[in-house]
């Protein structure tokens, strides 16, 4: 082989491993766009589901503690039978059958989360990202 040739060779095999790399870098990118978009509250979410999935199981003190509160060491400002009154058996939306999770809008320490129960949209939960700690939202 003459040297000429073993240079155009040489080309095509850089070539070759640029475009792999670009390749894979483009791969990595589109990666990321779907996890970014998808997946990024997926916690919360996830907290919020074991938190609905309580309610439906009528595990009331268990839901409440999923707020950061106990029946023994109830929050300041919602003691436990405010709690029931929002999510227990009497509450509003009646017993929980179903519900639905809807759009997550990620905000700088936790996740605003709309929700429907039995069919009717509920006023939205906060989720802290640290504790996974459920609140309602502020307005």
Known sequence: MD????????????ERI????????????LLGAIYYVFFRNWRE?????????????????????????????????????EFLEDWGPEAPYGS???FSIGRSFTLATGVRLRYSINGREGPPLWI????????????
């Open 3 to 14: 040297y000429l040739g073993g240079y155009a060779e040489r080309g095509l095999v850089a």
């Open 96 to 98: 929980l059958d179903s």
């Open 45 to 81: 979410e996830l907290q919020a589901r074991r938190f609905f999935g309580l309610l439906q199981e009528q595990e009331y003190e268990d839901a409440y503690s999923l707020w950061g509160c106990s029946v023994a060491e109830p929050c300041r400002y919602y003691p436990f039978e």
């Open 128 to 139: 802290d990202r640290d504790p996974y700690r459920i609140s309602f939202a502020p307005d």
């Open 18 to 29: 640029v475009k792999a790399a670009l390749l894979a870098l483009a791969a990595a990118a």
